[in-house]
């Protein structure tokens, strides 16, 4: 079965230095890898993904992520964190010929000004 | 740009009552999904739809659970008798296809049951 871990619950980040939020994941085949953003009484807004190719991807906002396999890892990162960026992440895999997302718990991210 | 939307935003039922919820997935979208976020734990997988049939659910969508398409736009799930740990955020989503496109989520529909 897959499954999502994100080991923190809470990311504090001061404005202007970098972000990252950790995800590992467990699949038994190939994983697509999804990063969604959540702000308070929103729904999920999708950030990023990696399906095949370049272990980099870049999204919005300036956020990217990096796939490793050997680590099953796909941590997101920005550069340069802003206030407007405090809200909750949730990274999501798929396994491929799946139909169903499997979501991580979520890391709230506080950026302090 | 295209969205999915749910209504209603908020919902409040007593114990036992059925309620139904209502989603417009995005107009070219062929898979259509519910998953729910009960308050502080992670979002869930509940069913996914395609063809006029369920493609997959989980152990989460029992019996008091069903979803519908009843029209050419709009996409249903409800709850026949509702429990108090049906309490949750019930997100409905769409993608134009099975696996490689991001999933579009609707603002979703808050469930309080009394």
């Known amino acids: 079965a897959q499954s999502v871990a994100q080991p923190e619950d809470q990311v504090n980040v001061a404005e202007g230095n970098p972000l990252t939020v950790k995800c590992t994941y467990s699949v038994s085949g190939n994983p697509y890898l999804f990063w969604y953003v959540q702000y308070p009484n929103r729904g999920l807004q999708f950030l990023l993904k990696?399906?095949?190719?370049?272990?980099l991807v870049k999204g919005s906002y300036g956020f990217e992520a990096e796939f490793n396999k050997s680590q099953t890892s796909f941590h997101l990162k920005k550069p340069s964190a802003l206030v407007s960026d405090s809200a909750l992440y949730f990274c999501a895999v798929r396994e491929d010929g799946n139909n169903r997302l499997a979501f991580g718990k979520g890391n709230q991210v506080v950026v302090i000004p | 740009e295209p969205e999915v939307t749910q209504t209603p935003s908020h919902q409040v039922t007593q114990m036992g009552q059925e309620v139904i919820l209502r989603c417009v997935p995005i107009?070219?979208?062929?898979?259509f999904y519910w998953y729910r976020q009960i308050l502080g734990q992670k979002v869930e997988f509940l069913v996914s739809f395609y063809n006029n049939e369920i493609s997959e659910k989980s152990e989460i969508f029992d019996d008091q659970f069903s979803v519908e398409r009843p029209d050419g736009s709009n996409f249903t799930l409800k709850i026949r008798s509702t429990k108090l740990e049906d309490s949750a955020m019930y997100f409905c989503?769409?993608?134009?296809?099975?696996?490689?496109?991001?999933?579009?989520f609707g603002q979703g529909t808050r469930l309080t049951v009394v």
């Open positions: 107009s070219n979208h062929l898979y």
């Open positions: 989503a769409s993608t134009p296809d099975r696996g490689r496109t991001e999933a579009f």
């Open positions: 990696y399906i095949t190719g370049d272990n």
